[in-house]
């Protein structure tokens, strides 16, 4: 895997009513692999809103962290059957968030990483969706970019 790659970011949320919203981000990021993590971080602009946000992706077999800071800041851990709640601080205020990921599944080999999250969202300790992150780092000369 090269340092610079193309990060393909795809969420899905199911939400009670049955309503789907997905939300998809491709950009360019920087990788690099450290003590058996893969690490890859990337800027991101809000619409409408002055400033960036700076996000790092730690990938492990044990799972997987994602830390912004920014207009928006946040540590989120996902560990498959456990529960973990962290502080969302946005612009609009402040939320409490619970992850409870039932499922984490990595893929890499030596141009590519491939990693899919499905987890419960509670926000301020009530069930609000249950969602699914599709994430696919890809080396940026190893040509054939697919989006998922």
Do not use: W
Request: glycine share 8%; proline share 1%; aromatic share 8%.
């Amino acid at each position: 895997m090269t340092e610079d790659v193309l990060v393909s970011i795809k969420g899905m949320q199911v939400l009670e009513m049955n309503n789907e919203d997905e939300v998809e981000v491709v950009t360019s990021g920087k990788y690099f692999h450290k003590n058996g993590k893969h690490y890859i971080s990337y800027e991101e602009v809000m619409e409408g809103m002055d400033g960036t946000i700076q996000n790092l992706i730690k990938v492990g077999a044990d799972g997987m962290e994602v830390t912004k800071r920014g207009l928006t800041n946040v540590h989120m851990v996902f560990e498959k059957d456990k529960k973990n709640i962290t502080y969302y601080e946005t612009p609009f205020g402040n939320l409490m968030v619970g992850i409870a990921a039932t499922n984490i599944d990595v893929k890499n080999d030596e141009t590519n990483i491939d990693v899919t999250v499905n987890y419960a969202l509670d926000v301020n300790y009530e069930h609000l969706a249950d969602c699914t992150i599709n994430m696919s780092i890809q080396s940026k000369d190893g040509g054939g970019f697919r989006l998922s």
